[in-house]
C-alpha cells in the first residue's frame, strides 16, 4: 500500500510540476494510509470535475486550464454546467460540449462560458490519463487562486474553512455546488463558524449544473466558517471560492476544493512559497468532542525542518499560510504530510494564491509568532 501511494504521489507531482513549474520529492516513510487534498491520477482516462465560478464579466471569473504531460498530443472532452437559472432558460437541444486538442507537453486556457453565457458556472472535462486540469479564479485587482479540479463526485463534502466579515473586511464566502448527472441533486448544509451555527436546508442542485451559494448571506461577520454539505439525494462535487477586500484579510480571492473524506494523515505533494506565490492549507476538524492535535511535516531532501504544530478544537478549523512560516524559507519546493496525532480524522484542504497582497498580521492566518495555533 505505501508503494503504490508513494507512486502515485510522485506521479501527481512530476505532472503538476508542469503546470507550476515546481520539483516535489514526495517521501513516503509513513507506514499509515494517505489522503491528498489534490487530485491524483486514477486511471487510463479521467473525469475532472470542476465547480466553477462566475462569467468573465462577474466577480470572480474562471478559467480551466488543462495540461498535457505526455509526449503525444491529446483530446479532452469539456462540457459546461451552467447555473440553474440559465440552464433552465436554454433551447431544449442545446449544445454545452465541445472538443480541445492539447498539444504534447503543453497546455490550454478555457473559459466555459464560450460555450453558454452564464452568470456562474462549471465545467466536466474527460481527458487521458496524462492530463491534469486545474480551476483558476482572478480577482479585480490581478490575484489568481487555483485548484486542481476533482476527480470523483460524493455525497458528502467538508470545506475546511472561509470567512465572512463583509462589513469590515470585504470576505465574502460562496459554495459551488455542481451536479454533473442527469438527475437532480439535493443537499443540505450545516455551517460551524466562530459566531454560532446556522444549516442550509433543502437545496435543489439541478442536473448538469454549478450552483453558487454566498454563505456570507447565511452566516455574517464570522472570521472562520466550516461548511458540512451532504446530498440527501445524488452526488455532487463541492469548491468553496473566498473573496477579501479589507484592511487586515488582504486583497484578492482563493479557490479551494471541497474534501470528500476525512483522514489522519493527509500529503500535499508540492508546495511553494515565493513573491508572487502563497501555498495555503486548511485543517478542519469536524468532532463534536475532540480535540485534534496536528503536525504539518515538511519534507524536503537535504533539510530538517521542524513540523508546524496545531491545535484544532472540536467543530473548528484554521488557515496556515505558508509564506509567513520563516522556517521554510530557504525552500524552494517541498512535501508537506498533516499528521493528526491522535488519530482523530480531520479534513485538509491545499490551494494557491498568486500575486495576492495580504496584511502579515492578519490573525486568522497561523505563523512562527506561535508554535501552536489554536483555532
Same mark, same amino acid.
Given at each position: ?91 431544449? $437541444?442545446?449544445?454545452l ?7 504534447? /507537453? ?9 460555450? !453558454?453565457?452564464?452568470?456562474?458556472? $462549471?465545467?466536466?472535462?474527460?481527458t ?23 476527480? /470523483?463526485?460524493?455525497?458528502?463534502w ?22 454533473? *448527472?442527469?438527475?437532480?441533486?439535493? !443537499? ?16 435543489? !442542485? ?37 473573496i ?29 512559497? $515565493? ?18 492535535? !496536528? ?5 524536503a ?20 499560510d ?11 519546493? *517541498? ?6 496525532? /491522535? ?16 496584511? /502579515?498580521?492578519n ?13
Amino acid at each position: 500500500m505505501t508503494r503504490a501511494l508513494a507512486a502515485v504521489a510522485i506521479l501527481m507531482s512530476l505532472i503538476a510540476a508542469l503546470l507550476l513549474d515546481l520539483l516535489a520529492n514526495p517521501d513516503a516513510h509513513t507506514q499509515t494510509p494517505l489522503k491528498t487534498p489534490v487530485s491524483l491520477i486514477t486511471s487510463s482516462n479521467n473525469t475532472w470535475f470542476c465547480p466553477g465560478g462566475s462569467a468573465s464579466d462577474g466577480s470572480v471569473p474562471v478559467t480551466i486550464d488543462i495540461i498535457n504531460a505526455g509526449i503525444t498530443s491529446a483530446t479532452a472532452n469539456i462540457t459546461a454546467t451552467p447555473d440553474p437559472t440559465t440552464l433552465l432558460a436554454l433551447p431544449t $437541444g442545446t449544445n454545452l460540449t465541445t472538443r480541445l486538442e492539447i498539444p504534447a /507537453q503543453g497546455h490550454i486556457s478555457y473559459t466555459p462560458t464560450e460555450l !453558454v453565457d452564464a452568470d456562474w458556472i $462549471g465545467a466536466i472535462i474527460e481527458t487521458p490519463a496524462d492530463v491534469v486540469v486545474e480551476q483558476a479564479i482572478a480577482d479585480s485587482r490581478g490575484g489568481v487562486g487555483r485548484s486542481t479540479c476533482l476527480t /470523483q463526485t460524493s455525497n458528502r463534502w467538508l470545506v475546511p474553512h472561509g470567512a465572512t466579515r463583509a462589513p469590515t473586511e470585504g470576505e465574502h464566502m460562496i459554495l459551488m455546488i455542481q451536479n454533473p *448527472f442527469s438527475d437532480n441533486a439535493v !443537499v443540505d448544509i450545516d455551517l460551524t463558524a466562530d459566531v454560532g451555527s446556522d444549516e442550509v436546508e433543502g437545496v435543489v !442542485v439541478p442536473a448538469r449544473s454549478s450552483t453558487a451559494i454566498d454563505i456570507t448571506n447565511e452566516v455574517t461577520v464570522a472570521s472562520t466558517v466550516m461548511a458540512d454539505i451532504t446530498a440527501r439525494s445524488g452526488e455532487v462535487t463541492v469548491a468553496a471560492i473566498q473573496i477579501l477586500d479589507g484592511p487586515f484579510a488582504g486583497h484578492g480571492s482563493w479557490l479551494n476544493s471541497g474534501s470528500p473524506v476525512l483522514a489522519a494523515q493527509w500529503l500535499l505533494p508540492i508546495a511553494r512559497i $515565493g513573491d508572487s506565490r502563497r501555498d495555503l492549507i486548511a485543517v478542519a476538524n469536524p468532532s463534536s468532542d475532540h480535540t485534534a492535535e !496536528v503536525d504539518l511535516e515538511i519534507i524536503a531532501p537535504g533539510a530538517s525542518v521542524q513540523p508546524i504544530e496545531l491545535t484544532v478544537l472540536p467543530g473548528r478549523s484554521t488557515l496556515i499560510d505558508l509564506s509567513t512560516q520563516a522556517r521554510l524559507a530557504e525552500l524552494d519546493s *517541498f512535501s508537506v504530510l498533516a499528521r493528526s496525532l /491522535q488519530g482523530h480524522e480531520v479534513a485538509v484542504s491545499a490551494y494557491s494564491v498568486t500575486d495576492f497582497t495580504a496584511n /502579515q498580521g492578519n490573525n486568522n492566518i497561523a505563523s512562527d509568532a506561535a508554535d501552536d495555533d489554536t483555532a
